[in-house]
């Protein structure tokens, strides 16, 4: 097996909770170099810029960027001026504009473009997509409830226009938009904005699946019992996903599945991509996230405090 | 020449305006029918659904969809489904993951699908896009304000989420996208709704052009005259398009265009693709208004009254 040698580009709670250790225990990748403005990974060497990096470190072929969306364009473009293969942690972009952008961007530099969704990467989702696979959906319902204190502590970031409950709530739409049968249609959507925050605390979306309609509550102000489902009625039993897709039960009943960590996966995925020369890059959770800030009527909600 | 027989879908003011007159002027159309829940043209028989209007007119090759963008993707498979070639009025669609299904899914009936944009036939687009071609773009700046009080009188579908003063702004975006040689990137937005509306009466919006910002000023509360201007300069001269594209300055000095209206253009583009057998669906207008509500900050302003 080849070893690809990696770099880091933005180092903060997501790199070091989830890239670093999973590379670290990877024997396909090694990571030798991180680009931050901040602290660098303990032991690993850290640069400016990409370009810098590049230069004391020609061996490295490929970057994970792990930077919020704003800005990512110039990110990439210079990863690819240097010939690099790129991996994005999600979401991928500020903007769909932006987005639409990459994969070609990458396909004229020659090189493999991965946009990741880590919530795919579950262990319970390719076993429902299969159990879903000729089956008629009924109805859907999703519960993502949250508290953004816990999982995001003091980043400013995410309250950014564009992202908010959006951000744990872009997991749960590449889960049904990768397990489910049909393109999801967005029909109406509430979204509720803290007076003092430019992004919504809470969203409620409801979409068809064909005739079936699709129901989907985002919350990021949960407290106590975290929030990470999602229940399929099919015309031959019923599907519940929960724990963010990790466990999985079909009338009821537990089904076991594999306990593979999502970030392993992931990279796993990169690596049969760069195996194969391949990019993948698929917008669609993305793109159901600027349909609910198009199509969503907007409630002001009480101040959040942190 | 052929002459193909055609049916508008939905007859409301731009289907009056426009459309059944330039049909009306066309030797290369013919209205056969109208599909419509209200009073369909003087003269043009009205049914209530697609298959009524197709079973008393199986000479019908083609619809014209006037609708409003909600609900247009069942219109949309229903005349796919009579095995019609279809053009739409702009905006494509109520979301984008609808509008991105539209020309797959016409493709797979081996239909023509044109996603309209009339504003980029407006006289001056192709000459302004080739007087660009080869300068380079220094500065952009977009006033395209208008009343809509006079435009768009007692229509309650133009406040809908989504819609608001970007139903004329997605004009001036149409022109833009068409005419700059690189895709823009909205860095920053400001979007004015009125306390008593769900769409903006207003926005600013601030893009990258590689290096050039191009500055984007929407209003729908214009009195007095209305603008519809964009000024790009350049390293070699300063070009200034007004009245909708319809006229042509450069450096100060008036450049005669020809005055060929917009909707006739539009449909000489459509019996050429018909001829082709092609489709032609750039959605990149419709990217940009989804990014201006995901990116853009909201302000209330006071209530809006017709």
Redesign the interface.
């Not at 500020?94 to 932006?98: G, K, N, P, R």
């Not at 393109?183 to 967005?186: A, S």
């Given at each position: 097996m080849s070893v690809t040698k990696i770099a880091l580009v933005g180092i903060g709670k997501i790199a070091r909770d989830q890239h670093v250790p999973t590379i670290a225990a990877s024997d396909r990748f090694e990571l030798v170099a991180a680009v931050t403005g901040h602290q660098p990974p303990e032991g690993i060497p850290g640069y400016r810029t990409i370009a810098e990096m590049v230069q004391a470190h020609p061996e490295v072929q490929a970057v994970s960027i792990c930077t919020p969306p704003r800005g990512r364009?110039q990110v990439i473009a210079e990863a690819l001026s240097h010939n690099l293969d790129v991996m994005i942690e999600k979401p991928p972009a500020?903007?769909?504009?932006?987005a639409?952008?990459f994969a070609g961007m990458a396909r004229d530099a020659g090189r493999v473009f991965y946009a990741t969704w880590h919530s795919r990467e579950a262990a319970a989702v390719e076993p429902a997509k299969q159990w879903l696979d000729g089956k008629t959906i009924r109805r859907v319902e999703v519960n993502w409830k949250e508290d953004v204190r816990v999982w995001h502590p003091g980043q400013a970031w995410i309250w950014e226009?564009?992202i908010g409950v959006f951000d744990p709530g872009i997991n749960a739409l590449s889960v049904l938009t990768h397990i489910l049968p049909l393109?999801?249609?967005?029909q109406s959507?509430e979204l509720r904005?803290p007076s003092n925050r430019?992004a919504p605390i809470a969203a409620d979306l409801d979409y068809t699946h064909g005739d079936a309609p699709v129901r989907v509550e985002f919350d990021f102000d949960q407290r106590g019992p975290q929030t990470w489902d999602i229940v399929i009625e099919t015309d031959a039993g019923h599907l519940k996903l929960s724990e963010g897709a990790s466990k999985m039960a079909v009338d009821g009943e537990a089904v076991a599945v594999d306990d593979d960590p999502e970030y392993a996966r992931l990279y796993r995925h990169f690596a049969k991509l760069l195996d194969a020369r391949q990019s993948d890059a698929d917008l669609?959770p993305f793109?159901?996230?600027?349909?609910a800030?198009?199509?969503?009527?907007?409630r002001e909600v009480g101040p959040f405090e942190e």
């Open positions: 364009m500020a903007t769909i504009s932006e639409e952008t226009p564009g393109p999801m249609m967005l959507a904005f430019d669609s793109r159901h996230v600027a349909d800030y198009l199509l969503g009527r907007r």
